[in-house]
């Protein structure tokens, strides 16, 4: 053997050698503040829901959101983006622009307790407020309706705003609605509220848990305005009409399914790109360590690991708060 020689002379195993070694090299760190976690709010309980098919997530009462906040500024995340629970749905999801209603006063409420210590950001979407479960207001034939769902999101984004949301994440998928509602807050003076527009956004099974998550009665399925998971140029699309209307940062949704889009985004987006790790892509982790399958936090970092590695800048995910506890490790 020893005719060889130390044969071969490259090796990049040299440089994963130790835990230090690897450390120092690494291409790529998650880090705290580029975590944002969604959290839900529902209105007229006592004590937090618990989501059966999250476990670790629940629904919250005003007040365990406001504690939850509080947790999330020690953790050093990025920020919150949050959802309403309405105790009443309706066809044209009226809770929605209440200035009264589960969202807005949950936005008042975590804006009095943790200020400008972190981005606080709400969903601008129907669905967790209407009966039949869809994103948008419904024409006499019972198709989502584009246009007239522009207005209620208008209207949502001038109560989300003056409730002390600093970032609107418009997640509908109608198209226009990026423009539309950046008219709208500026024409009511809202010029510094931000929008994370949910640019790529396609129709996924890994939506499931969020239907329970927000109490959603939806039938049927999304896909005459979600994208169809077998386009990725379209993607692009999506992305120079959010741009052109003025979004200040662009999503990827769901995250690992959706890599290549995430990685082309990266490659033609000069705003911030945030992905969306969604429920289900949380649960499958969760169920199968609970199985004893994975070990857990090392596939949780290596998930956020990955959206670093394709290039999102923010990611959106039910571990924010864990996870920035392991990543400063
Ligand atoms: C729309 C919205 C959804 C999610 C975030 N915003 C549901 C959907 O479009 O079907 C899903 C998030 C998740 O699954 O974690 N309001």
């Known amino acids: 053997m020893s005719d ?8 990049p195993r040299r440089l994963r050698t130790t835990p230090a070694m690897r450390r120092m090299v690494a291409e790529h760190r998650p880090h705290p503040a580029d975590l944002i976690l969604p959290a839900f709010v529902r209105e007229g309980i006592e004590e937090p829901v618990p989501v059966s098919s999250m476990p670790g997530v629940v629904q919250h009462t005003r007040d365990t959101l406001r504690k939850a906040a509080v947790e ?5 995340i990025g920020g919150l983006m949050l959802f309403g629970v309405p105790l009443v749905k309706d066809a044209v999801g009226s809770q929605g622009t209440d200035p009264d209603g589960i969202l807005q006063v949950a936005l008042r409420d975590v804006r009095a307790e943790v200020g400008d210590e972190l981005v606080l950001m709400s969903d601008l979407c129907l669905d967790e407020y209407t009966d039949h479960g869809h994103c948008g207001v419904l024409d006499e034939q019972g198709r989502v309706d584009n246009d007239a769902t522009l207005e209620r ?6 109560v989300q705003a003056e409730a002390g949301a600093h970032t609107l994440g418009p997640s509908g998928m109608m198209d226009g609605q990026i423009g539309f509602v950046r ?16 640019t790529a956004k396609y129709a996924s099974a890994f939506y499931g848990p969020f239907r329970e998550a927000v109490g959603s009665s939806l039938r049927g399925d999304r896909k005459t305005y979600q994208q169809d998971g077998a386009n990725a140029r379209e993607s692009l699309r999506e992305l120079a009409l959010d741009l052109a209307e003025g979004a200040d940062m662009v999503m990827v949704k769901p995250g690992l399914p959706y890599l290549d889009v995430l990685k082309t985004f990266r490659e033609h987006a000069d705003v911030p790109v945030g992905v969306y790790q969604i429920s289900g892509e949380y649960s499958m982790v969760e169920a199968a360590a609970e199985k004893g399958w994975i070990d857990r936090e090392a596939a949780i970092v290596e998930t956020l690991t990955s959206f670093r590695r394709a290039g999102a800048d923010l990611v959106l995910t039910y571990w924010a708060v864990e996870a920035a506890r392991l990543l400063r490790r």
């Open 4 to 11: 060889y020689g130390s044969y071969p002379a490259a090796r």
């Open 72 to 76: 999330a500024v020690e953790a050093g």
């Open 153 to 158: 999101y208008a209207q949502m984004a001038l």
């Open 183 to 198: 008219r709208a807050l500026d024409e009511a003076g809202h010029t510094d509220v931000s929008l994370f527009a949910y």
